[in-house]
């Protein structure tokens, strides 16, 4: 057989696996391994191949950035920062018709810049400003839908997993693809803060009638002070790790553990964090590191076979051949981005995805980190989409509620997800937008 | 006894981790305020990572945590249970071929190091001897494996528990 219909039938072979509910990382190693073998039909050149990729593929200091912010979002979000940050967006978008609403995005971009989840940004914000926008009678679509929405900001706005996980794919710097992410990030928390100001405008119903009435002020107004001291660990996180990385003073991974020591220093203060706690941060450390490492070394054997069945020359070669053009290259990927995004989770996407198109884009003289930017952007729309939007069944779960089901968070999140699809195509057109910080 | 065991090694690993994040932290102190970076951190972590990656992973995949999309297995579940079961247990025992392709790969590997005594570092500054980190990698996908097919017995009996 020749080597790339071995390849393609590994790929097709991973997708489906990975669409039935086989581990992600067992699906891509195991095809990857036994492609191989059959490209070469040699068992001990696929062995060696995968016992290199064990070896050697997280052999760099770059590498530990993972555990390091895995570490600090997860303290972060035990410390109870995310809840005084919506306390301070809220009082600052008081006055503001659909305040609440903006107020849940703001503190989202806050919080986002500190963590690299969606995952813990989703579980945070349900617990706190869900309840609150409910109380203030917007309707539970809409409050659910704003969370699920912001929650995104999570892996978009830096520090963020996705965009290590595509750094590594891709060999492009941990560093880079911060930078790259933060205008993009500030864009799409300013475009939904600019969709929730329209909907509460023309779709009121939609919103919820609460939105309209002004709040009643509080017994006692929020002093600065106080203020300050609410956003100041947050921002001196912010500081320290963007700030770090964008003066060059901290490699990504050096950023990563002084932020996990810092929010810890924090975390001492507010007395969140007890012993048991901090144990259960460890192990939970622990396993999401191990996951995802493993699911980047099995995402280079993966590389690694379709490098020897040839496949993402012959991408290359083929699109150039029917001459596709840019615009169309775009259109093809992004709709591949989506559909991939209803069957399978972002992380899978990005890993699938990446290694198949890199030697076309290299080909292209296109730029890699906004690449990167347009891959997570586009695979994390997936997150608000059935049937597998992660972010909505984590709200689901956080809320716990029968009154609103997964049809609601659906629902409520698909103007959200309109509005990243449009920011998205805004990032493919002017890639200044991603490129203008680094 | 195996849960025992896996926790341990997954808790081991966790130390590991903290003890990287303080390294790194007293590294880049060291470099920035007092010019003075600790030798070999660099190296260590690099080499580090693979295996805590095998000291975690038997315990990642024994409470279920690698990552996995369920949707269709849920929606699987409703029409055909003993279906989604079987499905499930061969997923488990594709992960168990897995491993064995690592250990088979890495064992020559740890017999080598052993043997040679391979150190890793440069000599005189920072040396660690290579064999006790490919033994923690072959130690945790023999607990890896374990895990796979522990759990995939479990699924089994499930099955026949409910056929009674």
Not at chain 2, 131 to 149: D, E, M, N, Q, Y
Request: charged letters at 10%; a neutral charge.
């Amino acid at each position: 057989m020749e080597p790339f219909v071995v390849g393609l039938i590994s790929l097709i072979l991973i997708v489906l696996l990975i669409w039935t509910g086989c581990y992600v990382g067992i699906a891509l190693s195991l095809v990857s391994f036994l492609g191989v073998w059959f490209i070469k039909s040699d068992p001990v050149i696929a062995v060696r191949m995968m016992t290199l990729s064990v070896s050697d593929t997280i052999k760099h200091v770059d590498y530990a950035s993972i555990p390091t912010f895995v570490m600090m979002g997860m303290i972060v979000g035990k410390s109870g920062f995310g809840a005084d940050i919506y306390q301070v967006a809220n009082e600052i978008f008081r006055r503001l018709k659909g305040g609440l609403g903006v107020a849940t995005v703001a503190a989202n971009a806050a919080f986002a810049a500190v963590t690299g989840s969606s995952i813990a940004a989703a579980a945070v914000f349900t617990r706190v400003s869900v309840p609150e926008m409910i109380r203030y009678q917007y309707t539970k679509r809409f409050a659910v839908g704003v969370v699920a929405g912001s929650s995104v900001l999570g892996m978009i706005i830096p520090p963020s997993v996705m965009m290590i996980i595509y750094a590594f794919v891709a060999e492009q710097s941990v560093g880079d693809m911060f930078i790259a992410g933060i205008v993009p990030g500030l864009l799409l928390a300013a475009a939904y803060v600019g969709a929730i100001l329209v909907m509460t405008k023309l779709t009121p119903r939609f919103v919820g009638l609460g939105a309209l009435r002004e709040r009643a002020e509080p017994a006692k107004a929020m002093s600065a002070g106080e203020m300050a001291l609410k956003i100041g660990p947050i921002a001196a996180l912010i500081a320290i790790v963007l700030g770090g990385i964008y003066t060059g003073f901290f490699t990504a991974s050096e950023a990563g553990a002084t932020g996990a020591f810092t929010a810890y220093l924090l975390s001492l203060v507010k007395r969140k964090i007890n012993w048991e706690a901090f144990k259960e941060i460890l192990i939970d450390t622990g396993h999401i590191t191990a996951n995802l490492l493993f699911l980047i070394i099995a995402a280079s054997m993966y590389s690694r076979m379709l490098g020897i069945a040839g496949l993402p020359a012959l991408l290359s070669q083929w699109l150039d051949h029917i001459d596709l053009g840019f615009a169309w290259l775009m259109v093809v990927y992004v709709v591949l981005l989506l559909f991939l995004g209803t069957i399978i989770d972002t992380g899978s996407i990005i890993l699938v995805c990446v290694p198949l198109f890199l030697t076309t884009i290299e080909n292209m003289g296109l730029n890699l980190v906004w690449f990167g930017l347009i891959t997570v952007v586009g695979a994390e729309i997936g997150l608000l989409t059935p049937p597998f939007g992660l972010s909505c069944f984590v709200i689901k779960t956080a809320i716990n509620r029968p009154d609103i089901g997964l049809n609601d968070i659906f629902l409520g999140a698909l103007p959200f997800a309109v509005v990243m699809l449009g920011v998205l195509i805004v990032l493919i057109i002017f890639p200044q937008l991603s490129l203008v910080l680094l | 006894m195996l849960d025992r065991s896996v926790a341990f090694l997954n808790a081991v690993g966790s130390l590991w981790v903290l003890l990287l994040v303080i390294l790194i932290c007293a590294d880049s102190f060291g470099r920035s305020f007092f010019n003075r970076p600790i030798d070999g951190v660099t190296e260590l972590v690099a080499v580090s990572l693979a295996v805590i990656v095998f000291c975690q992973l038997p315990d990642t995949a024994r409470l279920d945590r690698l990552t996995r999309s369920e949707t269709m297995l849920l929606t699987l579940r409703e029409s055909n249970t003993l279906g989604a079961a079987l499905a499930v247990i061969g997923f488990e025992l594709l992960g168990a071929a897995v491993m064995v392709a690592i250990i088979v790969g890495t064992w020559p590997l740890l017999v080598e190091a052993i043997t040679r005594g391979y150190y890793i570092g440069e000599h005189g500054i920072f040396t660690l001897p290579e064999w006790p980190l490919k033994g923690l990698v072959v130690l945790g996908s023999i607990a890896c494996l374990l895990c796979f097919l522990v759990r995939a017995v479990g699924h089994w009996l499930l099955v026949r528990e409910r056929r009674r």
